[in-house]
């Protein structure tokens, strides 16, 4: 029979840190964590296997798990000498996800269950304090009222400042016991109003409720949208962690924190956290109330009052600290850890790799490196080539004029602009429709997670550096400035107000994440220096990589931003960017127009010169490198006017009348212009357009080899093949105008011609059109379309659902489809190599940038990948990662 249920605690471990995949990051890490022999409250997991077998079922348990299950409460009233459901002495739990990474806030947890009408006397007796026996109870409802009944959590949360209110009181604190029974009584009402029965009395009744909703929580929105962000596949499913509940809310020598064994935000080799006294988790994370540091250090750096835990809890601080000491030896790494005192007695609640910052992944890996912890391979494989695109924008001008109206906590550094917003859907629909927002909440929850991804920067009026929104925005890679409780933020009415100053919705704002300013209006930025740990960071990849990296880059500021971050050559250059320039295209526009080839040509002498001195400005930066470049790609009908109003001013700038432009418009326009008359076809039409392009990069090549002294390396791109016979007569033309060139110069340099693999035809026909091509460039965007029939501009409209049902693990546009179109790529290039072994391979789509499309190309043995300048650095740290992971 399978085994569903893994006990950890009391001297019992059935796991470890191995079996992530089973337990979930939580729980293999709790049972490791009792393993080694830290103070670990005891419990049981329930593993993914059951969560996937959950669903299957119709979302049923089967009765051998209620049996192991059983055997896990067995376990943990054993070692507490408590029992679930006992009115004197009654054992109480907290139920959580644990998925196999982490997911932080998108999972549903519940505290304090088994607590009744019956089990509260007994905890208050047995704990001497009935005030907290009565707060944990009112935690409880509230908490469960959320999660497994799904009644609105603004209505308990309004009935507790009532409360207060009543009471004159300011903090949840000063509510009395009677107070909190008051409470109690008033949200059972609640639930029996919303839900239509009673609050559950039966604490086995609340036990399966729970897990359900942990389960039930993996296909949550939120958690959706999380995974699709980070790329976490659906069908991994969450663990349940069932364990007995400790308490941080039991008086002044009580407490509960989360904490960093190094600053998450920096990677300084500092402890970094955040604590209070008298609560429980949730107060910290959901940013409820503010919490203290965690060192005396950090609370004399911010100023701050309230005294640090190392110096309100010396003893239990010092042994925390040797806990972080034991963890980050044991894992290798920087840990994120939850915590809780009771009485004065540390438990360990949860261990997990830490979230970072891109500055602070680099530092920690470098570091752990330099201390021998880790190897540099490990350093080079713990940092996410993504997470670099945070490094690699500009930040705030230091010189610009800053109106600061608040300051906050520096909860997730970076600096963004953008309009002001209030709520997650409209950040997310004004992002989409190509706006920069920042997103201001009072604090944040999980349902804002596709508000938060949509924004470029988040500000909170409460929560620390710990809270969901810090987090969850250190993840992303958003800046995010948190708790800055001056602020007063009406969501409803689309305002927020600080001192004197308010705030509407649609009006421009800046936030400093690194520092935790907040000021109006758009603050001027410079670009970011890149030195120190990401030069050696990367220094160490580039001497493991096999894959060389190019960029895609068509402008001088492209490549000379490609080449400072290392880009090995231009993978592709698109040269019908160039035409549309304001100062050519009515020269483009006259060519198109021409009736016969002398038009044409005469259009094109005006050409010439602009795109000899287009190629000469990119060979002159990639002096030495290779520079691919793709001849004229688009239908030529894109080039012409579409609306009424601009007819005119073309018919005036290109000499023909209106009637003539319409008529040759309709004569060009396609029902599907992207397997149209484009690419080779207009070639093979025209042949005179790709003789004047190739005569301008062989002119523009030897001019700049004349001034520098060093040849550049043209690859002359022939785009949208699909036969040999195309690229036979395309490679004629280029030869020709080659040696025409030459002969005029009385010079000659190496080129090559070669084509895009870009439709499944020439994939399959690749031994044949290797015969004649050099190199083949696979351009996966338009292979993507054509292989799926999906047309990547309309795709967004499915493709969501499709990856949410499993149709496609991954936005096939995005990263490679490896079943379909990466098949097509390793018959090209298979096919291709028997005929010609030194053909050279490459990919310069979008996938160019993906570490999972790197890691694929890796796999197939292509020469070289080439993405968009700014993620050059990613494929460089991706295809060190894709070496070494297949080494």
Not at 696 to 717: K, L, W
């Amino acid at each position: 029979m399978t085994q569903y249920v893994y006990r950890f605690g009391g001297g019992v471990s059935d796991g470890g840190k191995g079996d992530k995949n089973l337990l979930g990051g939580k729980g293999a890490n709790l049972a490791e964590m009792a393993s080694i022999g830290l103070p670990v409250p005891p419990g049981f997991t329930i593993s993914t296997a059951m969560c996937t077998r959950y669903y299957e079922e119709g979302e049923r348990f089967p009765d051998s798990l209620r049996d192991e299950v059983a055997t896990g409460i067995a376990h943990i009233e054993g070692v507490t000498a408590k029992t679930f459901g006992d009115p004197a002495n009654p054992l109480l739990v907290s139920v959580r996800s644990g998925a196999r990474v982490s997911m932080p806030g998108m999972m549903d947890t519940v505290l304090n269950l088994g607590l009744n009408d019956a089990t509260v006397e007994g905890l208050a007796t047995g704990s001497g304090d009935e005030r907290f026996a009565w707060d944990s109870y009112r935690r409880f409802i509230q908490m469960y009222a959320d999660v497994v009944l799904e009644l609105d959590h603004g209505a308990f949360e309004e009935a507790l400042e009532v409360a207060k209110e009543d009471n004159g009181y300011y903090l949840d604190t000063e509510l009395t016991a009677a107070d909190l029974k008051a409470l109690v009584g008033e949200y059972k009402s609640l639930v029996e109003q919303a839900w239509g029965k009673p609050f559950p009395q039966d604490v086995h009744d609340q036990l399966w409720g729970a897990v359900a909703a942990v389960f039930g929580s993996w296909n949550a929105d939120r958690a959706k949208v999380y995974r699709r962000i980070n790329d976490i596949s659906g069908s991994w499913g969450t663990a349940v962690n069932v364990q007995a509940m400790v308490f941080g809310n039991m008086g002044d020598t009580s407490a509960t924190g989360v904490a960093f064994t190094r600053d998450p935000s920096t990677g300084d080799n500092a402890y970094y956290g955040e604590f209070l006294i008298n609560a429980q988790g949730e107060d910290v994370v959901a940013g409820i109330r503010t919490p203290q540091y965690l060192t005396k250090a950090a609370r004399e750096e911010a100023g701050a009052k309230p005294a640090s835990m190392e110096e309100a809890m010396p003893e239990v601080y010092a042994q925390l600290a040797g806990v972080f000491d034991t963890l980050e030896r044991h894992y290798r790494d920087m840990q994120d850890i939850e915590f809780t005192v009771e009485k004065t007695q540390l438990w360990m609640l949860q261990t997990r790799t830490g979230k970072r910052t891109a500055k602070a992944a680099l530092r920690i890996a470098v570091d752990m490196a330099s201390e021998g912890l880790i190897t540099r391979e490990e350093a080079i494989l713990r940092v996410d080539p993504m997470a670099l695109d945070q490094l690699l924008h500009p930040t705030l001008d230091p010189a610009a004029v800053r109106d600061v109206i608040a300051k906050g906590l520096p909860a997730s550094p970076g600096a963004a602009s953008g309009t002001v917003v209030f709520d997650a859907d409209t950040a997310e629909k004004r992002a989409a429709a190509g706006e920069a927002v920042i997103l201001v909440r009072t604090e944040t929850s999980p349902e804002d997670i596709h508000g938060m991804h949509a924004a470029k920067g988040i500000l909170t009026a409460r929560g620390g550096m710990t809270s969901h929104a810090a987090v969850v925005a250190r993840g992303m890679g958003r800046p995010c400035v948190s708790g800055a409780g001056t602020l007063s933020i009406d969501a409803k009415a689309k305002v927020m107000r600080v001192g004197d100053r308010s705030v509407k919705e649609g009006d421009m704002l800046t936030i400093d994440g690194s520092t935790g300013e907040v000021m109006a209006g758009q603050v001027a930025t410079v670009n970011p220096e890149l030195s120190g740990d990401f030069t050696t960071l990367m220094a160490w990849a580039d001497g493991v990589r096999r894959l060389r990296v190019r960029a895609n880059a068509e402008t001088p500021l492209d490549c000379r931003t490609a080449r400072d971050f290392g880009a090995e050559g231009v993978g592709l250059c698109r040269t019908e960017h160039m035409f549309f320039d304001a100062a050519r295209i009515t020269a483009v526009r006259q060519m198109i127009l021409a009736t016969d080839e002398a038009g044409r040509r005469a259009a094109l002498a005006k050409l010439l010169p602009e795109q000899r001195a287009d190629f000469a400005a990119i060979f002159a930066i990639m002096t030495g490198l290779p520079v691919t470049i793709r001849l004229l790609d688009p239908p030529l009908h894109e080039f012409l006017p579409h609306a009424e109003a601009d007819f005119a001013d073309v018919a005036t700038a290109t000499g023909v009348d209106i009637d003539t432009l319409k008529r040759r418009a309709a004569e060009l326009h396609e029902f599907n212009p992207m397997l149209g008359h484009r690419g080779c076809r207009l070639g093979v039409t025209y042949p005179e357009i790709y003789e004047t392009q190739a005569r301008a990069i062989f002119e523009a090549a030897i001019d700049v080899a004349e001034q520098s002294g060093a040849a550049p390396i043209p690859e002359v791109m022939i785009p949208l093949v699909a036969t040999k016979r195309e690229l036979d007569l395309m490679k004629v033309v280029v030869d020709k105008a080659a040696r025409a060139v030459f002969a005029e110069r009385g010079r000659e340099i190496d080129y090559l011609v070669g084509t895009m693999i870009e439709l499944p035809r020439a994939a399959l026909r690749a031994g044949a059109i290797a015969e004649t091509a050099d190199f083949f460039s696979f351009g996966t965007n338009d292979l993507t379309q054509t292989t799926l029939g999906v047309s990547r501009d309309d795709a967004a409209r499915f493709l969501g659902t499709y990856v949410d049902q499993g149709i496609y693990e991954r936005d096939p546009f995005v990263s490679i489809d490896v079943e379909g179109v990466g098949e097509l790529i390793e018959i090209a290039a298979q096919r291709g190599r028997q005929t010609r072994p030194d053909i050279k391979l490459g990919i310069c789509g979008e996938h160019g940038g993906d570490p999972a499309s790197i890691a694929f190309c890796e796999q197939v043995g292509l020469d070289y990948v080439s993405a968009s300048p700014y993620r050059v650095p990613i494929a460089r740290l991706a295809a060190a990662q894709a070496a070494l992971r297949k080494a």
